[in-house]
């Protein structure tokens, strides 16, 4: 089964996966390492795109196989690089899910122009996400422990937790005095 790869823009790659039906880990470990081999060749801040508009339904250890054991390397393997799925069904969703969370991982998921966290989601963190999908603009720590109404260290550690699973990017930018501090934002 040949999956199609299209380059959107500099900042993001799409995966369209084949299906309707995708069943086992020795499927899933085909494609992982064509993400893996693509996750390579993006570079710091892109984002790789699996779209599942052909796929009506996928069981739990493909899900496992593909996305969790791909979650689980970003961050050591491919830092700084990004993966969101879009087109979901209720099937691949719940399988999807049931996978992220018996791994306690979280992945984002895209419908549309929304975003939303799946998986194994901390209501602490959906606050942080949902707050930093929200935004238009790239958001510092201290602008959003205000608008949560949090101290800033437990803002910190809301947003290194989230930046380390590879669900939101951390840029440096600088304050209205001018001096340097870190930006937050959403993958788009």
């Known amino acids: 089964m040949h999956n199609s790869l299209d380059t959107v823009n500099i900042m993001e790659k799409r995966l369209k996966l084949q299906g309707p039906h995708l069943w086992t ?3 899933a470990k085909k494609i992982r390492a064509e993400v893996t081999s693509i996750l390579d060749s993006l570079t710091v801040g ?3 795109v699996v ?3 052909k796929v009506k339904v996928f069981d739990y250890s493909f899900a496992n196989e593909l ?3 791909t979650m689980l390397s970003l961050s050591h393997e491919h830092p700084g690089r990004f993966m969101i799925v879009e087109n979901l069904t209720e099937y691949t969703r719940e399988n999807l899910g049931k996978a992220l969370e ?3 991982l979280a992945m984002i998921e895209r ?3 929304k975003l939303r966290l799946i998986g194994k989601v901390h209501p602490a963190d959906k606050e942080t996400f949902d707050a930093l999908a929200h935004s238009t603009e790239p958001v510092s720590a201290g602008a959003l422990s205000k608008e949560l109404g949090l101290n800033l260290t437990a803002m910190n550690e809301r947003l290194s937790k989230l ?4 669900l939101i990017r951390r840029d440096k930018g600088s304050s209205a005095a001018g001096r340097e501090q870190y930006e937050y934002r959403v993958l788009r």
């Open 111 to 113: 419908e549309g122009s």
């Open 67 to 69: 996305f969790g054991k």
């Open 51 to 53: 779209d599942l508009s």
């Open 25 to 27: 880990r020795e499927e």
């Open 102 to 104: 018996g791994l306690n």
């Open 46 to 48: 892109d984002t790789l």
């Open 163 to 166: 930046t380390t699973l590879g």
